[in-house]
């Protein structure tokens, strides 16, 4: 249990240092709502199932999502304009390379 409870301090740690602007490498756009979210998500369909199949578990997280809205417009980045990494679970955007 010590290994779970270190991954979520430093998971948690890593989250909050992108939460916050300027200390981090590459910039990042989170809100408190999905960092929530993402709080959940590994308390709740990750830590419990440590020892089950990647697959399963990667299933299980990504039906966290289903029914989350499309909302247009997120990504941020461009031309003459650097990329951030957008984590926003109130909707999300796609993006498909060509």
């Known amino acids: 249990m010590k290994v779970n409870a270190w ?5 948690s740690a890593h989250l909050t240092a992108c939460a916050v602007p ?5 910039q990042t756009s989170m ?8 709080s959940r998500i590994i308390q709740s369909d990750v830590i ?6 990647h697959g399963e578990v990667i299933s299980r997280v990504s ?3 289903l ?3 499309y909302q247009a417009d997120t990504l941020i ?3 003459g304009i650097p990329e951030v ?13 060509g």
Not at 22 to 26: D, F, V
Not at 48 to 53: I, T
Not at 85 to 97: H, I, K, Q, R, S
């Open 22 to 26: 300027g200390t981090e490498k590459y």
């Open 48 to 53: 419990p199932y440590k020892g089950e199949n």
């Open 77 to 79: 980045g461009g031309p």
């Open 31 to 38: 809100d408190s709502v999905t960092a929530e979210k993402i």
């Open 67 to 69: 029914g989350t809205p």
């Open 63 to 65: 039906s966290a999502f």
């Open 85 to 97: 990494l957008v984590a926003n679970f109130n909707g999300v955007d796609c993006f498909t390379p």
């Open 7 to 11: 991954t979520i301090l430093l998971m």
